[in-house]
């Protein structure tokens, strides 16, 4: 339904009617307790967001289910957006060097900001997923079968994305091979804080039966801690970064990110 009015208005005046909304919603919110990075304005709290399965749980997937002052109520960043724009602030070279970007799978408040950056290349593109609506200006690929030549960009952006693959070391490989030396990545996904071992079963295909054992209608695994592993598989060095032991001193806290959330930052030599 939401696709079909998507389709009906046009994606010019449906940015005007989102913006208005915003703007409007954020009054409420306004306060001194949170701000946003990408937006700049306080909150005295933010929007909540995601949604709750017992295997969230049980399994204790970071970074899923239901969660408290997830969304800015005026840029509509999430949490997640907001840990990598503080990654990039403090720790990595995209605000300054000219740089060829790539991010698949793009996400709202960190498309805007590399749209704004003058110094970078930047092109995104989604895996292509059937029912889903995409505005004209969005690229569909295939992240096993990447049509980039070899070593093409300087950064890749692929969040939340592998674990919907189902040859995701294929897809791994791929994104390694259009990565420059001395290149970078960001490549997050859902990761159980208790599996040892990723958990996947090719013959559980039904969106109900994904929903139950993998925490997502259309999710096919649930990574366990050797995801690092099976990145290195693919050729990456990963430094895990944990911004609740490395960044205590920064205030971040007021930012709203969730700090249990490591962030991946995959490079190649
Ligand atoms: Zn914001």
Redesign the pocket.
Known sequence: MKSKIKKIIPFKIGKKIRGIWQRTQAVYYYGNKYE?P??G?TFRKMLPGGYDLPVIKEKQIIGAGRRANCI?P????TDRDRLIYLYLKNSSSIFTNQLDVIHIAPSG?LVALFSSLKNINYQSGVKYHEGFYYSKDITLIDITKLSFKDQSFDVIFCNHVLEHIHDDRKAMSELYRILRPGGWAILQVPISNILDKTYEDPNITGSKEREVYFGQFDHVRIYGKDYTNRLEESGFKIQEVKPAIEWKENNIDKYAINKEEVLFIASKD
């Open positions: 946003c990408f937006c304005n800015c005026r840029c509509y960043s408040s």
